[in-house]
């Protein structure tokens, strides 16, 4: 155990991927469904995002945005698909750094997880297999149409890059495309991008190798993994590591520890998955605790942190370096401002998974708008 003098602070200013923070504190990717109808921002959305910095979270981490126009998985999503979005990202991006605090994007194809405008449009999977929770079947990719996105998510890489962001995460978590072909269960294919893991690593790989190509060997590129897909036949954990490390050798800057298991979490607490509890504060954590031991890399964790004190306690006693938190700060934007001013008390938040409205995303019980 740790005494007072001995404890590591939450606080302190540190380094990730050459991006300097003023706390250990993250703001997950969080869908706000605010933007216009083809992904431009808002005022709500500039508003939403100069109260997270003056709530001083230490590190922003956009809602996601998709790397095609054709592409849009959920509505009121940002999009980041051609240079029209350069210049108001830039006004976002400065607002935001003005507060102190830093801003990466994160960017996705969201492939068969999806109920939005199905009918109207090409959805792409590695396979024709149903996503587990829609049902939604999409279009086996050809070579050609995986060349496509790949060069896809660099140009908007590069985009990220130009309009100030101090990093981009690519979304390989939560079935969505990226997950998908990491996945044996969704992922049948026979070519070079199926079978063994090395070659459904592929897609995931073949996006970084081209986007480092476009916005240099300095900017931050992290990604966003699936500790384990929760069912039998799935992407295991094991497999999970190991693609940890392979990111870990071709020079990733960071890694948040997910899961695909939002609704569900909080009543799956306790369960055991490939040897590892779910545990009720930070659904991930013992996922996340051994992948900071099994890389070099700085390792963010998400799911279910409500509690201050617990944060803390994980922080001292692994090698998880950062705590990224969603739904609570729907809530309370000032969270982390709070509890760095010493008003200790957990997040306000109770997890009614009421955020979702027709109106945008934001806390009904405690912060409307």
Same mark, same amino acid.
């Given at each position: 155990m740790y005494t007072n003098e001995q404890k590591k602070s939450l606080f302190h200013e540190n380094n990730l991927a050459n991006i300097d923070l003023k706390n250990r504190f993250v703001r997950s990717a969080t869908w706000e469904n605010m933007t216009t109808e083809d992904g431009h921002l808002t005022k709500e959305l500039y508003d939403i995002y100069e109260e997270l910095a003056k709530g001083e979270v230490g590190l922003i981490i956009t809602g996601y945005g998709n790397v095609v126009k054709e592409e849009q998985p959920n509505p009121g999503m940002m999009g980041i698909y051609d240079d029209s979005f350069i210049q108001e990202y830039k006004k976002l991006t400065k607002l935001v750094h003005s507060y102190g605090s830093k801003i990466i994007m994160q960017i996705a194809y969201g492939g068969t997880k999806t109920k939005f405008n199905l009918g109207e449009r090409v959805i792409y999977a590695p396979s024709e297999v149903p996503e587990r929770s829609t049902n939604v079947l999409g279009k086996s990719m050809s070579k050609d149409e995986i060349d496509y996105i790949i060069n896809a998510f660099a140009e908007a890489g590069k985009r990220v890059k130009d309009a100030g962001?101090?990093?981009v995460e690519i979304h390989g978590a939560h079935t969505y495309l990226i997950n998908q072909f990491l996945s044996p269960y969704y992922n049948r294919r026979t070519?070079?991008?199926?079978?063994?893991?090395?070659?459904?690593?592929?897609?995931?790989?073949?996006?970084?190798?081209?986007?480092?190509?476009?916005?240099?060997?300095?900017?931050?590129?992290?990604?966003?993994?699936?500790?384990?897909?929760?069912?039998?036949?799935?992407?295991?954990?094991?497999?999970?590591?190991?693609?940890?490390?392979?990111?870990?050798?071709?020079?990733?800057?960071?890694?948040?520890?997910? *899961? &695909?298991?939002? *609704?569900?979490?909080?009543?799956?607490?306790?369960?055991?998955?490939?040897?590892?509890?779910?545990?009720?504060?930070?659904?991930?954590?013992?996922?996340?605790?051994?992948?900071?031991?099994?890389?070099?890399?700085?390792?963010?964790?998400?799911?279910?942190?409500?509690?201050?004190?617990?944060?803390?306690?994980?922080? &001292?006693?692994?090698?998880?370096?950062?705590?990224?938190?969603?739904?609570?700060?729907?809530?309370?934007?000032?969270?982390?401002?709070?509890?760095?001013?010493?008003?200790?008390?957990?997040a306000k938040c109770v997890r009614c998974s009421k955020c979702r409205t027709p109106k945008g995303n934001y806390c009904v019980v405690f912060n409307k708008v």
């Open positions: 962001f101090d990093g070519d070079e991008y199926g079978g063994s893991l090395e070659n459904r690593m592929r897609f995931l790989l073949q996006i970084y190798y081209k986007m480092r190509e476009k916005v240099g060997k300095d900017f931050p590129i992290l990604v966003k993994l699936t500790a384990t897909e929760f069912f039998e036949s799935g992407l295991t954990f094991e497999e999970t590591k190991l693609i940890c490390k392979k990111l870990e050798s071709v020079g990733i800057d960071g890694i948040e520890i997910s *899961g &695909n298991i939002h *609704g569900k979490a909080k009543s799956m607490t306790g369960e055991i998955f490939d040897g590892y509890e779910i545990k009720e504060e930070g659904y991930f954590i013992e996922y996340a605790k051994i992948i900071s031991e099994t890389v070099n890399v700085p390792i963010i964790t998400v799911g279910g942190f409500k509690d201050f004190y617990n944060i803390e306690k994980v922080f &001292n006693e692994t090698n998880i370096g950062y705590f990224a938190i969603s739904r609570p700060l729907l809530a309370e934007p000032h969270l982390i401002k709070r509890w760095k001013d010493g008003h200790r008390k957990p």
